[in-house]
Each structure stands twice: as C-alpha cells, then as structure tokens.
Nanobody, 120 residues
C-alpha cells in the first residue's frame, strides 16, 4: 500500500554532506502522519535518527542535532534528510519510515535502506 524508495546514500569523507530522499508511492488512501529516518550501524541495533509529523513538528536524536535536518514535502509524500558535518560514526544503513499508528500497527512501512559510509 506504500512503497518507500530511498536514494542519496554513498561514500563521503568526514566533514562532508549528503542528502537522502525517500519517495512514498501510496496506493491506499490513509494519511501518512509520521515519517522518519532510522539507521543501523554494523554491530548495533536500529536507532531513531529523526522524525517529522505532517504538521512539521520534528524530533532528532541527540547525536545528530545541529548537523542533520529532516523535512518533508507533503504534496509529494517525499521525505528528506540533509546531513552536514558527517562523522565516521554516522556510517550506517539508513531506513525511511512512514506510518500512521493511530490507524493501527499495520500502517507502518519501511524502505529498503541505503548505505551511508563516512570514511577518509
């Protein structure tokens, strides 16, 4: 019912920047209330990076505050994550999420993940 297509990952040097995009192709009719980015580093559990509500309210993990910016284009159902001043510990697979959990736990969709590698 919702296919999330991610792009923008890659290899960057420390201090560099990347912008991730996630396009939500929606065939059902529910409202996507929450979109977010999560990441899983090698050997670690998946962790929240940032979320944004349809209203524009954002939430960031402490580790990325001041460096990452999440945004969304509601008309296109597209999510973005602009990452500045990247560090090696930002290296992870980044996953896009779209959900409306008020409707039920089945309204929770994930992208395939895109690799971000920060290395000299």
């Amino acid at each position: 019912q919702v296919q999330l297509v991610e792009s923008g990952g890659g290899l960057v040097q420390p201090g560099g920047s990347l912008r991730l995009s996630c396009a939500a192709y929606q065939t059902s009719f529910f409202s996507i209330n929450t979109m977010g980015w999560y990441r899983r580093a090698l050997g670690n559990q998946r962790e929240l990076v940032a979320t944004i509500l349809k209203s524009g309210t954002t939430n960031y993990a402490d580790s990325v505050k001041g460096r990452f910016t999440i945004s969304r284009d509601n008309a296109k159902n597209t999510l973005y994550l602009h990452m500045d001043n990247l560090r090696p510990d930002d290296t992870a697979v980044y996953y896009c999420n779209a959900a409306n959990l008020y409707l039920g736990p089945q309204y929770d969709y994930w992208g395939q993940g895109t690799q971000v590698t920060v290395s000299s």
